[in-house]
């Protein structure tokens, strides 16, 4: 089964810093990998996803990631943060075919300090 | 419209109350979820629904009874709950659920305390 960790459980940064966020991954067969944010009291919103193709993918509000095959990795960076993007950040994993079955990671609680 | 709407945003019950939660969604999606998230954790599967048919059910226990009555509307029935399902529980919706790494669309959830 296709699972993802995220180390860091907390990560703060001063505002207008850059920010990674790191995410591994663990599967056998290919995968799809996202990354989704919550904000306080909120839903999830997706940021950004990798299905393939190019291995740098941009998203929404300025993130971008980087999916790297020889690391199992895809980590999320930013170059300058704001006080708005304060969350928590979600990497997660799906298996292409059958139904949508998404597993989510233990998730980074970004601050960013102003 | 965008939005995933969950009713109501919160929800107290005792463990012998019957009790739903509602979610919603205007997008044409043929999809709809609903997930799990205690405290601090990530959101956990419960139910995956594709054309109003069940297609997923990660072995959750029966005093949770999801419904699909039409294609824009999720229902979860809950009965006889423990306390330690208080958590938020998150509905979500993709165009479809074929495994093409669809997009999901959350509501912000319906934070659930059983006394």
């Known amino acids: 089964a296709q699972s993802v960790t995220q180390l860091d459980s907390q990560v703060p940064v001063f505002e207008e810093a850059p920010v990674e966020l790191r995410c591994n991954y663990s599967?056998?067969?290919?995968?799809?990998l996202f990354w989704y944010v919550q904000y306080p009291n909120q839903g999830l919103q997706l940021l950004l996803k990798?299905?393939?193709?190019?291995?740098l993918v941009k998203g929404i509000n300025g993130f971008e990631a980087e999916f790297n095959k020889s690391q199992t990795s895809f980590h999320l960076r930013k170059p300058s943060v704001h006080i708005s993007d304060t969350a928590e950040y979600f990497c997660a994993v799906s298996k292409p075919g059958g139904y949508q079955k998404v597993t989510f990671g233990t998730g980074t609680k970004l601050q960013v300090i102003p | 419209d965008t939005e995933v709407t969950q009713t109501p945003k919160h929800l107290v019950m005792g463990m012998t109350n019957k009790k739903s939660l509602k979610c919603e969604q205007h997008?044409?999606?043929?999809?709809m979820y609903w997930y799990k998230q205690k405290a601090k954790k990530p959101p956990e599967l419960m139910f995956v629904y594709s054309y109003e048919k069940l297609s997923i059910n990660e072995s959750v226990p029966s005093r949770f009874s999801p419904e699909c009555p039409n294609s824009s509307l999720l229902n979860l029935h809950l009965h006889a709950l423990q306390p330690e399902d208080s958590a938020l529980y998150l509905c979500a919706s993709s165009q479809e659920s074929t495994g093409k790494g669809e997009k999901l669309f959350f509501g912000s959830g319906t934070q659930l305390s059983v006394l």
């Open positions: 990798y299905l393939s193709g190019s291995t």
């Open positions: 997008m044409g999606h043929r999809a």
């Open positions: 599967s056998s067969v290919s995968v799809y």
